[in-house]
């Protein structure tokens, strides 16, 4: 139980593309995601918090008119980053955590969506 | 905001022995403290957590302690396996469960 799914898991795109980036929760409800930025060798940078019905939470530094996140219901997280230029090349990991059950606070990482930007 | 210091950084260590990582965090909030085995190319997998009303847990080989007064948490692997070989990434949860900051990473390599 408690799987997170994220597609694509890698992708390329020209510079001033947008791509976008989902993140599902496969046999769960996930009021909270979590979007994450992972450079190699580095550690999980947080972008933003997402909640179900309402406007993510973006961490200092992080533009939300570039990252757009829509959470649009319990299962579903998008991430969308728009204008893609190559230093937005990275490792985007997705996390979700469930709602309720005994342990409200852990969270289940999907599996991440590698980003190549040309 | 919340703060996580994580040291070593690298950290090689014969199979059979024991390796230790240990973090350090700055707000006293924080009551949540999870830690994660990522290998190569893949997702963080939760391997133990404890919270701040404990000060030990284990779970076969892995161990953690919680120094909730010096604000300190440590992971202790014994019996240590090649296949143990991973980055491990401490953490904490604050302000509502809300806000987790991870810590830089360790990256455990365990000779055979």
């Known amino acids: 139980g408690a799987v997170v799914s994220q597609h694509p898991s890698w992708v390329i795109c020209k510079s001033g593309t947008s791509v976008k980036i989902e993140c599902r929760s496969l046999?769960?409800?996930?009021?909270?995601m979590f979007w994450y930025r992972q450079f190699p060798k580095q550690s999980l940078m947080l972008m933003a918090t997402s909640n179900e019905g309402s406007k993510a939470t973006y961490e200092q530094g992080v533009e939300k008119d570039k990252f757009l996140i829509n959470h649009a219901s319990l299962t579903l997280s998008t991430l969308t980053v728009t204008s893609a230029h190559p230093e937005d090349s990275s490792f985007y990991i997705c996390?979700?955590?469930?709602?309720?059950?005994?342990?409200?606070?852990?969270?289940?990482f999907g599996p991440g969506t590698r980003l190549t930007v040309l | 905001g919340e703060n996580v210091e994580q040291h070593p950084s690298t950290l090689s260590v014969q199979e059979g022995d024991s390796a230790v990582i240990k973090c350090t965090y700055s707000d006293s909030a924080s009551n949540y403290f999870p830690w994660y085995k990522q290998e190569l190319g893949k997702r963080p997998q939760l391997i133990i957590d404890i919270r701040s009303n404990v000060g030990e847990k284990k779970d076969q080989r892995i161990a953690v302690t919680l120094n909730k007064t010096a604000k300190h948490f440590s992971l202790h692997i014994t019996e240590t396996q090649p296949e143990d070989s991973a980055v491990y990434f401490c953490?904490?949860?604050?302000?509502?469960?809300?806000?987790?900051?991870f810590g830089i990473g360790t990256k455990l390599q365990v000779i055979p």
């Open positions: 046999d769960f409800q996930a009021t909270t």
């Open positions: 953490a904490a949860h604050s302000g509502g469960y809300q806000k987790v900051t």
């Open positions: 996390s979700a955590r469930p709602a309720g059950g005994q342990s409200p606070d852990t969270q289940y």
